[in-house]
């Protein structure tokens, strides 16, 4: 696979994984027409076993559906047992990485349909132009916090649960990387993060940056050593700082409604950069139908290179920024109605190339 300092996006452009469509082709051809050159597997949320907390907690003791509920439940009668085989199996992957292949933390066909289709399309027939594949992954904060365990409480609090997801998605996250590299192209996985919109609030007061962050490195550096580059989205605002400095390759923020918050972070965004850091911006709107209708591309690379000229100096270029930029949707787009969804991507798709075409 290409090593992870060869990849250059040059404002190249890709997608935040939700498509408001309920057919896995149409989604897959919506994805090819549009991003071509780094085209992601689609996650469809009209599907029910594609939630967002759900669908990567498949094998992970402890995980349970019912009626309707995800949740987990150490006490049941075979949690010692399937909690031994977990380590087990975690153990012999961190030994012989192929094992990752036939283990616990592949994820099934009928958890991530998008992710086979996408692999099945660019093995038959992969797009002109292919640069590099995105995969995506819930992260764990997200999932922790999101989910309860038996006393209802979040599982963040529960040590146990605590061990097992994020050693469970930082294999799961390898695991992806390793299945999206067979198609020969460089792979980028995100951690999807909107639960790290609440850090510093009331609701988080008793959870620990530092613990955040070895959970984070924990996954991200999974996915780096698998072959990777590891990246987070996070789709409001943050302590930027702090994810700046996690074992990051790629940080993708909505640009088009937060940029003045991260551009407080300016020396680490410089640090981060220097480094082969790539940002993801996140330019073109999903969050108000009014804004969908009303941006153009030209308006959103005017937006663009207001945004970078803060970030040029002796250094730094708007040329420079570019090469290590990727343009993105704000978020994902299955909360709109399809052809808003696809109106986005369209934006998407022209603003990459104004973008490439004046800089």
Known sequence: MTERSEFLPAGAATLIGSLPVHDYDEALELILAHTPEIPLWPQLPGNPTEGMLQQFSENLPGFCEEEGKAFFRTSSPDFAERHLAFFEAYLAAGEDPAQLDESLFASSPARVPGLYQLQARLTQSPPPGLRAIKGQITGPFTLLTGLKDEQRQDAWFDPTIHEIVVKGLALRAAW???????????????????????????????????????????????????????????????????????????????????FDRLIGSKKSLYAFLDRGGILAWGLVPTAEAEAIARETASSLAARWQQQAEQLVNGD?????ILQQSLITPSCGTGSLNPAEARRVLELTRDLTSLLRKNF
């Not at 959870?207 to 955040?212: F, G, M, N």
């Not at 730094?316 to 420079?320: G, H, I, Q, V």
């Open 316 to 320: 730094w270029n708007l040329a420079r």
């Open 176 to 258: 992806q990387a390793r299945f999206l590299a067979e198609a020969g192209k460089p792979v980028l996985i995100f951690l999807d993060e909107p639960a790290l919109a609440g850090l510093g609030s009331s609701a988080y007061i008793s959870v620990s940056l530092e613990e955040i962050g070895r959970d984070l490195d924990e996954v991200l550096t999974a996915v780096r050593q698998a072959g990777g580059l590891a990246g987070i989205h996070v789709c409001a605002n943050t302590d930027w700082d702090f994810l700046l400095e996690r074992q990051l390759d790629i940080l993708s923020f909505d640009a088009y409604g937060f």
